[in-house]
């Protein structure tokens, strides 16, 4: 593979979204697939958090799913280019991560929990996109490139790391720092406690009700997807959007309002090559997070706090 212009293990690499982009939309479709296996077992949580993935030190891992009397789990490893399925009985199957349809990989996924012993039925065909090809029918994505599937695992191990930081400010109810499958981004949201208007919805081959229950109470939400910039974008919106958050100033300098997305974003490769990329993306995250609370009236007094209150006792 040619023109990522990848760095070592280490920092922030570059990830140009048009030179990964195939790749990146076979891997969507397979995040997918996992996702919903953890919805087919996992009780609900607030706003469906209990759908998503979370950055691993191998790439992304489902975390426990409850299953009769015992659990399993699920972790895409960018490392080995494996799908690890684990057991509670003691049990492990291993899906090789390589170029393949969905198709192929749906079989092969849903073969490795039979074997374990594992009944699942999901909802086989995706959300958020359009057109939602059924897994078992998709032939048209089926690309692979693994040095770019680990690049975008260590853009979202930046982003993770930076995020965890932001969310470490505040005390209120506030989501983990988790992977949405749907959209295929990395996100952490805050909420002010009072309930939000009901989400008009309007996502490609999602139900209505999805969104009112993801978006049934006012929130502050940031993250990272792949797009939105030449090597993806890191985001930040308020839902209900208050007056006045579109203007609101927000750093650093080459942050935006996008009047198409109703969001700030910030593009990753300007944090990326910046002299202190941790800065310049802690700064986009409170600032627009201020948008947010400010002009929505948010009792930030009682929702923040300072994350090192006790560094002096431990």
Not at 54 to 59: D, F, I, M, N, T
Not at 268 to 275: D, G, K, N
Not at 285 to 309: I, K, S
Request: glycine share 8%; charged share 20%; hydrophobic share 40%.
């Amino acid at each position: 593979m040619t023109g990522h212009g990848a760095l070592a293990a280490t920092g922030w690499p570059s990830l140009r979204v048009q030179d990964w982009a195939a790749t990146r939309d076979t891997l969507h479709m397979w995040t997918q697939i996992i996702g919903k296996i953890r919805l087919a077992h996992a009780p609900l949580v607030n706003h469906w958090w209990q759908v998503t993935l979370y950055v691993s030190p191998r790439g992304l891992t489902t975390s426990v799913i409850p299953y009769q009397s015992g659990a399993f789990d699920m972790e895409f490893d960018f490392v080995d280019h494996e799908l690890h399925v684990r057991s509670s009985t003691g049990g492990v199957r291993s899906v090789a991560l390589e170029p393949k349809p969905v198709a192929e990989f749906h079989a092969q996924t849903m073969a490795a929990l039979g074997e374990l012993g594992i009944e699942t039925k999901i909802q086989a065909r995706p959300n958020e996109v359009d057109p939602a090809i059924p897994f078992a029918e998709d032939h048209e994505h089926a690309s692979y490139d693994a040095q770019a599937a680990q690049l975008f695992w260590r853009q979202l191990l930046q982003g993770n790391r930076v995020m965890g930081e932001f969310r470490a400010h505040f005390v209120g109810k506030v989501s983990p720092v988790h992977f949405f499958w749907g959209a295929m981004d990395l996100a952490c949201t805050r909420f002010s406690g009072r309930p939000a208007p009901p989400h008009p919805g309007g996502a490609p081959n999602c139900g209505d009700w999805v969104m009112v229950e993801g978006y049934s109470r006012e929130l502050s939400s940031c993250g990272f997807w792949p797009g939105g910039g030449q090597e993806g974008a890191f985001y930040a919106y308020a839902y209900p959007e208050p007056d006045g958050f579109a203007t609101h100033p927000v750093g650093p300098a080459a942050a935006f309002y996008s009047t198409e997305y109703r969001q700030f974003l910030l593009p990753y490769e300007v944090v990326r090559t910046t002299t202190d990329p941790d800065r310049t993306l802690t700064k986009f995250l409170h600032t627009t997070y201020e948008a947010a609370a400010e002009r929505g009236g948010w009792d930030r007094a009682a929702l923040e706090d300072d994350p090192h209150r006790w560094r002096d006792r431990r």
